[in-house]
Structure formats: structure tokens, C-alpha cells
């Protein structure tokens, strides 16, 4: 609970920093988006406030997004997902493809790799985005558990 009420803060931070009033429907869902575990959909958040309109929760994550208070994350499907910023610095993500769980790192080899390819780029580069997908721990474990429960399930008899 209490990582939720900091991120609450931090999101209405944002908002400030902008120089974006504080609306009923931004704190709603500030507050919302705040409580979520992992990645989450503008979708998502869309139908936990049926009261609010779709463009406002448009707006409102563009907003975070912009003030770097949210992460746009990639999916493999190509569906745009959300998590909340929990680290200002530059760094990337690993999403676990089964529950949605983002774990953000950063990685010295990477950045080293990503800065000698846009040495070789004709051009100037402005960003990118890497996203790895991944099964968490959590869930590999859990397959894997349900995999011994279950020998010889899937096999042909």
C-alpha cells in the first residue's frame, strides 16, 4: 500500500510540474493507475473507471507519459502498455508475457551495444525503444510446478 500512496505522489507530481490542474478524474486515474501491478492498457484503466471518459484516460497517460512519469512499454502483440516510472534515469524493461509483470534494468553492455550501432547509423538517433519479454520467475516456476504435477500430459498413448 505504501508504494502505491508514493506513486500516487509522484504522478500528481507530474501533473504539477506541467502545470496541469488537479482534476476528480486525473486523481481517479492517478489513483488506479498508481494501485496496478506490472503493465497495464489505457483499456484497463478505461474500463476500472467506467465514469471517465475513454479520451480523458487518453490524455491523462499521455500526459504521465510526456512528464516521464509512466513508461510506454512495447508488447510482443505490438499493443501499447504502461508502467509506472519507479527510476528517472534512462533504463529498459523485461515484461513478463504471462502475467504483465515489468521489471525495469539498466545494463552497461547494452548501453555500450546501443551507442556503437548509432555510430554506425547515417543520421542522427533520437531515441529507441528495447523491451525484453520474458516468463518472470514467478511463472516459469508456476509451469514448471504444473508441468511436474502433470507428466505425460500432451503425450500421445
Known amino acids: 500500500m505504501r508504494a502505491a500512496r508514493t506513486d500516487t505522489a509522484r504522478l500528481t507530481a507530474a ?43 487518453y490524455r491523462t497517460i499521455r500526459l504521465l507519459v510526456a512528464a516521464g512519469a509512466l513508461c510506454r512499454l512495447s508488447m510482443p502483440d505490438g499493443t501499447p502498455a504502461y508502467s ?8 529498459h524493461h523485461a515484461v513478463c508475457v504471462r502475467c504483465g509483470a515489468v521489471d525495469p534494468f539498466d545494463s552497461p553492455e547494452i548501453e555500450r551495444a546501443l551507442q556503437s550501432a548509432g555510430e554506425r547509423i547515417a543520421g542522427e538517433v533520437v531515441g529507441h525503444l528495447m523491451e525484453f519479454y520474458v516468463n518472470c520467475r514467478a511463472c516459469a516456476s508456476e509451469a514448471s510446478a504444473a508441468a511436474e504435477r502433470a507428466p505425460g500430459e500432451g503425450k500421445a498413448t
Request: aromatic share 4%; charged share 25%; net charge positive.
Open 15 to 57: 501533473f504539477r510540474r506541467l502545470g496541469c490542474r488537479d482534476t476528480v478524474p486525473r486523481r481517479k486515474i492517478t489513483e488506479l493507475v498508481a494501485g496496478m501491478d506490472g503493465s497495464f492498457t489505457v483499456e484497463s484503466v478505461s474500463r476500472g473507471l467506467p465514469g471517465i471518459g475513454r479520451a480523458t484516460v
Open 84 to 91: 509506472v516510472a519507479r527510476t528517472r534515469h534512462h533504463h
